[in-house]
Antibody, heavy 120, light 111 residues
Framework: QVQLQESGPGLVKPSQTLSLNCSVSGGSISSDTYYWSWIRQPAGKGLEWVGRIYTSGSTNYNPSLKSRVTISVDTSNNRFSLTLSSVTAADTAVYYC????????????WGQGTLVTVSS | QSALTQPASVSGSLGQSITISCTGTSSDVGTYNLVSWYQQHPGKAPKLIIFEGTKRPSGVPNRFSGSKSGNTASLTISGLQAEDEASYHCCSYVGGSTFWVFGGGTTLSVL
């Protein structure tokens, strides 16, 4: 099982860009074992799938966020990243990185989550 | 794509059984056997407890079971224990351009 650790600013101003990293240990980001994914959770609410990237570089995004989100892989640092542009207060949430196999058998590895607040 | 529908809260007494429903559509829960369930304690990351609708990962007690009927998936917890008090989230593959959708989460209180 891989271990995941999110990092990034906890406070972002409205209209700016949110950027988070997810460091991977116990496995290679180049492995075809997983889709590397981002999921977020506003306070007191349910989970929302943000998007995913595969080792091939192929990405898929939640249609509601697609115009603002980019997920990329940094193989030299064994991590993957999330950027979300033009943020508003509605983007305030705990952001989790997680993994799921290509079979789709559940998100079995999660980071501890990082709270990002959008506020001026 | 709308979120899957879960009850906001359920409760049960120690030792009893409870069931949490997760209602989707024929485009997600009703079509794919890729429903998963997650347990989340306050301030913690979700933990996978059921995948592919009915399967348990290694280490998850057999008190937790999953099922599906039509467009509704269900999570049953039998022999409730105090540590089961948590939030539970369902998730289903959707396909198309949406891929994955979650429910709104259900808070379980153990009395």
């Amino acid at each position: 099982q891989v271990q995941l650790q999110e990092s990034g600013p906890g406070l972002v101003k409205p209209s700016q860009t949110l950027s988070l990293n997810c460091s991977v240990s116990g496995g290679s980001i180049s492995s075809d074992t997983y889709y590397w994914s981002w999921i977020r959770q506003p306070a007191g609410k349910g989970l929302e799938w943000v998007g995913r990237i595969y080792t091939s570089g192929s990405t898929n995004y939640n249609p509601s966020l697609k115009s603002r989100v980019t997920i990329s892989v940094d193989t030299s640092n064994n991590r993957f990243s999330l950027t979300l542009s033009s943020v508003t207060a509605a983007d305030t949430a705990v952001y989790y990185c997680a993994t799921i196999s290509p079979r789709g058998d559940g998100y079995n590895n999660w980071g501890q989550g990082t709270l990002v607040t959008v506020s001026s | 794509q709308s979120a899957l529908t879960q009850p906001a809260s359920v409760s049960g007494s120690l030792g009893q059984s409870i069931t949490i429903s997760c209602t989707g559509t024929s485009s997600d829960v009703g079509t794919y056997n890729l429903v998963s369930w997650y347990q989340q304690h306050p301030g913690k990351a979700p933990k996978l407890i059921i995948f592919e609708g009915t399967k348990r990962p290694s280490g998850v007690p057999n008190r937790f079971s999953g099922s599906k009927s039509g467009n509704t998936a269900s999570l049953t917890i039998s022999g409730l224990q105090a540590e089961d008090e948590a939030s539970y989230h369902c998730c289903s593959y959707v396909g198309g351009s949406t891929f994955w959708v979650f429910g709104g989460g259900t808070t379980l209180s153990v009395l």
